[in-house]
């Protein structure tokens, strides 16, 4: 079976500095905002440009911390798309607001601009719920269209999220993603393009006073001194032991993302005629996280991943349900249709990719799927 992701062989290519990073943390024992939290921060703040970075312990939390930082709950419509990971929309109904599901494009995936501002007018009409936020997710590796989502965010007053989880090492017009919004989230889950060993996220913003207050709320809401508490906040710190993998990772990772593209070009070479591959946003790079095809319908989609198997080739499916179809967010959505994300959820499917996946076993991937369609 070709492995859907390797971290076994990127292991191996990092071990000595991952080795060496682990082992100066075992040495001075500070496992809480040790000295490779801050290395970490610092790195990753240049690596995209932007004033701050606070890690945190994921990227829910990291979604969270920056929703809390705004006082956003009850009586809130936070403003997110209807096709993407439920940390996403979990986050503002914990916090008491409610998520206002907006279509995405069929083709890219991404939000759609023209929905979302169809949206807010209908919530504004309505009066019952005040919008207050975007959340903007960069789906799959790609960027959404963040210069048409802040141009409709600036003219309705809404505070922009930039859920970066899936596509941190993306860029848009040749600017790395992290200042889009007025502040990022990004996710460390071991699957994500820049993964730990664990769970970890961390906040990116240009705003002085967010960067200091996700600090303090990173830490239980602490003021200048440990044991002043200034506001409700939680445990959200990412551990030492996490940011030492990271760092080591972080050395290798522009390297990592060029091979995901090879494997990327390979597919859309050998694929493009055989179904329909990822469409890019105008003007970007991916990162690559997810390689997203469509099929005709959800049968052929079955028989595919079915003959994949047999074929060795692991094959997944992100999202077999648009999110206002889950039992658990169905009660909060206001039934407006959301055409496109139900339909992508009954056809779309992934291919393996990751740095280690050699060109023959691209190849082997495609074979496999020109057997199976053919
Ligand atoms: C993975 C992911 C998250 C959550 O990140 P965790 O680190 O797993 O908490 C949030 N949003 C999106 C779009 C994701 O893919």
């Not at 492995?3 to 080795?19: G, H």
């Not at 500070?30 to 970490?40: D, K, R, S, Y």
């Not at 939390?61 to 809390?68: E, L, W």
């Not at 169905?330 to 291919?351: C, F, K, Y």
């Amino acid at each position: 079976m070709i492995p859907f992701l390797d971290l076994k062989a990127q292991q191996a290519r990092i071990e000595p500095e991952l080795r060496r990073r682990l082992e100066a943390v075992l040495a001075h024992c500070q496992f809480i905002l040790g000295p490779e939290v801050a290395e970490l921060e610092t790195r990753l703040a240049a690596y995209c440009g932007a004033t701050h970075c606070v890690s945190v312990s994921s990227g829910t939390d990291a979604i969270q911390i920056a929703m809390m930082a705004e006082g956003i709950g009850r009586g809130d419509a936070v403003f997110l798309p209807a096709f993407t990971y439920t940390a996403t929309a979990e986050v503002p109904l914990v916090l008491g607001a409610t998520p206002v599901f907006v279509d995405v494009d069929p083709a890219t995936f991404q939000i759609d601009p023209a929905h979302l501002a169809a949206r807010i007018a209908e919530i504004r009409a309505a009066g019952v719920l005040k919008p207050r936020a975007l959340i903007g997710v960069d789906l799959f590796g790609q960027p959404a269209d963040w210069p048409a989502l802040r141009a409709i965010a600036q003219s309705e007053g809404l505070f922009t999220l930039d859920d970066c989880a899936q596509s941190f090492g993306a860029s848009l017009s040749g600017r790395k993603l992290g200042r889009e919004a007025d502040a990022t989230a990004i996710s460390f889950f071991p699957s994500k393009p820049l993964g730990g060993y664990g769970d970890g996220g961390a906040l990116l913003t240009d705003s002085d006073e967010r960067a200091a207050l996700y600090r303090s709320l990173r830490t239980h809401g602490e003021g200048t001194t440990r044991y002043e508490v200034m506001r409700t906040g939680m445990n959200g710190r990412l551990d030492t032991l996490q940011a030492a993998v990271l760092l080591a990772k972080l050395d290798v990772f522009d390297a990592e993302l060029a091979e995901r593209a090879r494997v990327a070009a390979i597919y859309d070479r050998r694929l493009g005629n055989v179904l329909t591959t990822p469409k890019r946003v105008p003007d970007s790079a991916s990162a690559w996280a997810v390689y997203a095809v469509l099929l005709p319908d959800g049968a052929i989609r079955d028989r595919l991943q079915a003959s994949l198997r047999e074929q060795g080739v692991p094959s997944a499916i992100y999202y077999p349900r648009a999110l206002h179809h889950q039992p658990a967010y169905a009660a909060s959505h206001d039934g407006a249709a959301l055409p496109v994300s139900e339909d992508l959820a009954t056809r779309i499917m992934a291919l393996p990719i990751h740095p280690d996946l050699s060109d023959a076993d691209a190849e082997r991937v495609c074979d496999a799927v020109a057997t199976a369609l053919g």
